[in-house]
């Protein structure tokens, strides 16, 4: 809850931008999570930068949620103010070989620009849903590519709303699924992408091939979260969870599903509980089997995720 002085300063900061209580089921794409106490949409940059001040100020918690598509928010929600960055969506070309994308353009927007402009280079992203936001957070990729291979220089505001100077790929601590160093609290606002100038045709066969691939390895047309573990050093999540006979095991309206193991979906009324059953499951069925100790990929948002190592609010 956020007391009526406070929310009258988003109010007075952000009108129409914020609104209190807002189901984050209808933000995340298992279509899971419980109140947002505040959730804010900044018009641009300068904004956000006000509004992390404001924040900082009062000492209200934040949290960015991209476009949702790999976290499990928890039942009871999330405490402070949840920023999205959807209009900071700009994507511009600044030399023959690179682009400068906001954090809040989504996999779509970038994937379209590429192919009217003819730019290859990130071909591997159009089937990562999201934003360019949580593809940095998470290091996104698809086994032999990753967002560190074509990042050049990313840029971040710090909690307090200030703009900080790009710092450059060499000096980023890029990790799998991971971008590791940031500031606590920092919010990614852009990045500079390497690619290369090619044609269209090119640029969209690929975008084709990979995508029909992915239709027939994943379920892509029931509410997910993606990955919900980290493959293990030299195997697969979801190989070692098949292997423990897990696939198609449900709980409440969770199922692990029966396409592809290391995907939890969504059936039809699912809670965070009945996710985070089916997380302890598979991890205690593994361990049981092989000794080996999965890690949850899926990032843990809210008061109950604390226990199974996500993050507390
Ligand atoms: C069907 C399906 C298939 C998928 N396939 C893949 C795949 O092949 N490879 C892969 O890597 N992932 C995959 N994913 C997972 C997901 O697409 C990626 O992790 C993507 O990067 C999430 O982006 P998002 O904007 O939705 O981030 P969110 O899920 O909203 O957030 C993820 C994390 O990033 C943080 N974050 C987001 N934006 C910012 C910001 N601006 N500043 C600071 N932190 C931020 C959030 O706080 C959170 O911790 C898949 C998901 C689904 C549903």
């Known amino acids: 809850m956020i007391e009526a ?52 100020e009062l000492g209200l918690p934040t949290r960015v949620l991209g476009a949702g598509f790999n976290v499990l928010v928890s039942d009871a929600g999330l405490s402070g103010v949840v920023l999205r960055l959807k209009k900071l969506r700009r994507i511009e070309r600044v030399a023959d070989d690179a682009i400068a994308v906001e954090a809040g353009a989504s996999h779509a927007t970038i994937t379209n620009y590429c192919i009217d402009a003819g730019l290859s280079g990130l071909e591997f992203g159009a089937g990562i849903p999201g934003t360019l936001g949580g593809w940095l957070a998470m290091n996104a990729g698809i086994g032999v590519r990753e967002l560190k291979d074509v ?73 997910s979260c993606g990955s919900v573990f980290r493959n293990p050093p030299g195997d697969f999540a979801g190989r070692l969870i098949e292997a423990a006979g897990l696939k198609g095991t449900r709980e409440g309206g969770a199922e692990i599903s029966t ?10 009324g699912a809670t965070a509980a009945d996710v985070l059953a089916l997380v302890a499951r598979a991890r205690e069925a593994v361990r049981e089997a092989t ?19 996500g993050a507390s609010r």
């Open 151 to 223: 990042v050049r220089s990313v840029t971040w505001m710090s909690a307090r709303g200030e703009l900080e100077a790009p710092v450059a790929r060499a000096d980023l601590d890029f990790r799998y699924r991971a971008l590791a160093g940031l500031p606590p609290g920092a919010v990614l606002v852009g990045a500079e992408l390497s690619v290369t100038p090619s044609d269209r045709a090119t640029v969209k066969a690929e975008i084709d091939r990979l995508l029909a691939h992915r239709t027939r390895t994943q379920p892509t047309d029931i509410p």
């Open 291 to 309: 000794g080996v100790e999965l890690e949850t990929e899926v990032q843990l948002l809210g008061r109950e995720a604390a226990e199974h190592g």
């Open 259 to 268: 396409v592809h193991a290391n995907f939890i979906v969504n059936r039809g």
């Open 5 to 56: 002085k406070h929310r009258a300063a988003l109010e007075a900061l952000l009108r129409d931008r914020v609104a209190f209580d807002v189901p984050l089921s209808r933000h995340t794409s298992l279509r899971i999570g419980g109140p947002a106490d505040a959730l804010a949409t900044p018009a641009d940059r300068d904004e956000l930068g006000r509004l992390l001040a404001l924040c900082a």
